[in-house]
């Protein structure tokens, strides 16, 4: 399970997230880092406790969101979900089709993102057990990679630590942590996803803490070095003229790698091939989330999804590379502000109305299928509506503005969503549960 989620995140895709605070934000170095490594510690525990779930229940994310959402309540974020892995396949698709572009002339975006895309279906199509073996090894290029940029690149970087930045403000800082913040919370409606064939008598501990540390080991260390990168190459002409202004993170890397000749090329060509580590399974959990929505959608083969999802993913993607940075933060913030409110149902129903237990008591899983049997989902639904609407003057987009964002706090509708989320869902569910209790009374 450690290199499942250590191979999902150590890449260029998690590295381009780091490079937005310096690229987009125009934060400095050291402003940016910091902002990593406080986000990186703290959201990286929600993943991780949400993968907890996968080997204790034996449900996929989506399905045992029915113990808080009910049955057609759950439908809500199975199609939020369908949405958001796709974002995710854009992203990554057009980052690595940035990279193999950068290789040759002869090679442009449209091009890479439909090898990347082709290769992702080919290993999505083999299923869940080659998924897990492809993860266990597809981490080795990107480390080579990452090691070898630090080596050639370390004087652009050093000196870079004394270059003047301007000052960084307030909403900077946040709306870069609301990104990284997105990018991580989002896999809790994935994580549960790989677990399920793995024994339920597996420590509760270990399966935490294995997956905590492959997110915070690889997603501190991508994002630092992207940022790292991302700040350094306005000052160092091959550089800047590989980010082609901020808008090509594959061409950023092959220009660092330039001096290493042949060899970078070959770093380059792996690093690109290796995204299918983090696409195969998003493109793999769509499929199974969308046949989670309905029944006669269950009833639908998963190959049929998948090819639904590659139809839409490469010309998407080749649409989405024109303007990358725009494209990311804009994919990052939707999923991040549903996935929040999300997030926050879950572990408040699991800590505060299941006792924390996975016990056939608290989560009778053969009526996973019974809406009768299931929670109404009430509380979900009213929970859900107040934290995305509560969150709405918060955001800070290029096409949208809230009226609290308009003076200055910069992006912060994920932590709201969470908080009003929690505290709503806590008030509802409190109130569903005492509703019943004194129904039950009275028809005693």
Same mark, same amino acid.
């Given at each position: ?5 250590? !191979? ?34 703290? @959201? /990286? ?11 204790? #229940? ?32 854009? #992203? ?12 040759? !002339? ?11 895309? @082709? ?64 990018? &991580? ?19 509760? $501990? ?13 997603? @501190? %260390?991508?994002?630092? #070095? ?5 700040? $350094? ?41 290796? &995204?299918? +580590?983090? /696409? ?70 699991? @800590? ?30 009213? %929970? ?11 955001? +800070? ?7 609290? %964002?308009?003076?200055? !706090? ?31 009374? +009275?028809? %005693?």
């Amino acid at each position: 399970m450690f290199f499942v989620w250590f !191979s999902v995140n150590m890449n260029i895709g998690t590295f381009s997230t780091g490079t937005v605070g310096p690229a987009f934000f125009s934060l400095g170095v050291n402003d940016s880092i910091i902002t990593i490594v406080v986000v990186d510690l703290v @959201v /990286c525990l929600f993943p991780a406790f949400s993968a907890v779930f996968g080997p204790k #229940l034996g449900m996929r994310a989506m399905v045992q969101a029915r113990f808080s959402w009910g049955y057609f309540g759950a439908i809500i974020p199975a199609v939020l979900n369908v949405f958001s892995l796709q974002g995710f396949l854009v #992203l990554n698709c057009i980052v690595g089709g940035q990279a193999l572009a950068s290789l040759s !002339s002869h090679l442009d975006d449209t091009l890479g993102i439909v090898i990347i895309a @082709v290769i992702t279906l080919v290993v999505t199509f083999c299923g869940y057990r080659i998924i897990h073996w492809y993860e266990s090894i597809a981490w080795i290029p990107n480390v080579i990679v990452f090691i070898t940029m630090l080596g050639v690149g370390y004087p652009q970087l050093r000196d870079n630590q004394s270059a003047p930045v301007s000052q960084a403000t307030v909403a900077e800082v946040i709306s870069f942590s609301s990104i990284l913040t997105a990018s &991580i919370i989002s896999y809790c409606t994935v994580t549960p996803d790989y677990g399920v064939y793995h024994s339920p008598a597996a420590s509760s $501990a270990r399966l935490f803490l294995y997956t905590y540390l492959a997110f915070f080991t690889s997603s @501190v %260390a991508c994002h630092t #070095l992207g940022a790292a990168f991302a700040a $350094a190459a306005p000052n160092v002409p091959v550089w800047n003229a590989g980010f082609n202004n901020s808008s090509s993170v594959g061409g950023l890397l092959y220009s660092v790698l330039l001096p290493t000749g042949a060899f970078g090329k070959i770093l380059i060509t792996l690093v690109a091939l290796s &995204i299918p +580590s983090v /696409c195969a399974p998003n493109m793999y959990t769509f499929s199974t989330s969308f046949m989670t929505i309905a029944p006669w959608f269950a009833a639908i083969p998963r190959w049929i999804y998948i090819l639904i999802s590659e139809a839409v993913l490469i010309p998407v993607a080749i649409i989405g590379a024109k303007k990358f940075y725009t494209t990311v933060v804009d994919i990052l913030d939707l999923i991040g502000y549903w996935s929040s409110v999300f997030a926050a149902i879950i572990l408040t129903e699991h @800590v505060l109305f299941r006792r924390a237990s996975f016990s056939e008591d608290q989560y009778p899983i053969t009526t996973w299928a019974s809406y009768t049997l299931l929670p109404s989902g009430i509380p979900a639904v009213v %929970a859900f509506a107040c934290g995305c609407g509560a969150l709405i003057p918060f955001m +800070s987009q290029a096409w949208y503005v809230g009226s609290v %964002a308009r003076h200055g !706090s910069g992006d912060v509708g994920v932590y709201v969503g969470f908080v009003v989320g929690a505290i709503t869902y806590t008030l509802a569910r409190g109130f569903e549960k005492l509703w019943y209790k004194k129904m039950n009374k +009275s028809d %005693a």
